[in-house]
């Protein structure tokens, strides 16, 4: 599935330089989000570095930079200083990989549908919220209509200044997807 410009965040920035021709190396990268392929293809030149082009990626697929890596040939590329040219300078045709090294998960369920959205324990809710709303097509303004539960026996309501790590709490140790339920803040409405 090819990813449409309109699905990235409003906030999203990218820069586009128009140039005289084409740029020499086609890089196709994909990656599966939420049980769905998606791919990307874009064009740049040799001296583009791994870092730059997980940043692209990760920007067009509209997925946290920081809990994603690029892979070649199921080879993790960590040198993120390293350009195409040292990978292999005459080809014009790169495939690429967009892996999750997150080791944990949230896995948010909202009307009937359940999205994963990698974090870490110092990760906060109030970002898990943000993205769990993005991903829901919620925009930004609506966002602070929203809170989250854990799906745990008490169903205990997150606050949003908390951490992923005192969720964990919650759960059995060692428990690396944690349950959540989003749901719409119940506002009384005066007469």
């Known amino acids: ?13 990218i820069r586009f330089t128009l140039i005289n021709g084409n740029l020499p190396v086609a890089v196709q990268g994909s990656t599966a989000l939420n049980d769905e392929e998606y791919s990307i293809e874009f064009h740049c030149e040799h001296e583009i570095t791994i870092e730059r082009m997980c940043q692209i990626a990760c920007k067009l697929l509209n997925v946290n930079n920081g809990f994603y890596q690029l892979t070649m040939d199921d080879v993790i590329l960590d040198d993120n200083e390293m350009s195409l040219d040292a990978i292999d300078s005459d080809s014009t045709n790169i495939q690429l990989r967009l892996v999750c090294k997150a080791v ?4 948010i369920t909202y009307e009937n549908k359940t999205i994963t959205l990698p ?14 709303c993005s991903a829901f097509c919620i925009t930004k303004e609506d966002t602070y209509v929203y809170e989250l539960y854990a799906l745990d026996a008490d169903q205990a309501q997150i606050d949003s200044s908390m951490t992923v790590d005192d ?4 759960f059995p140790a060692m428990q690396t997807a944690i349950p959540l339920l989003m749901k719409k803040k119940k506002i009384l409405k005066k007469h």
């Open 167 to 170: 969720i964990c709490r919650f």
């Open 104 to 107: 944990i998960n949230s896995l």
């Open 119 to 132: 974090c870490n324990k110092e990760t906060l809710v109030s970002i898990v919220l943000d993205q769990a």
């Open 1 to 13: 599935m090819a990813t449409k410009l309109n699905t990235l965040q409003e906030n999203s920035t």
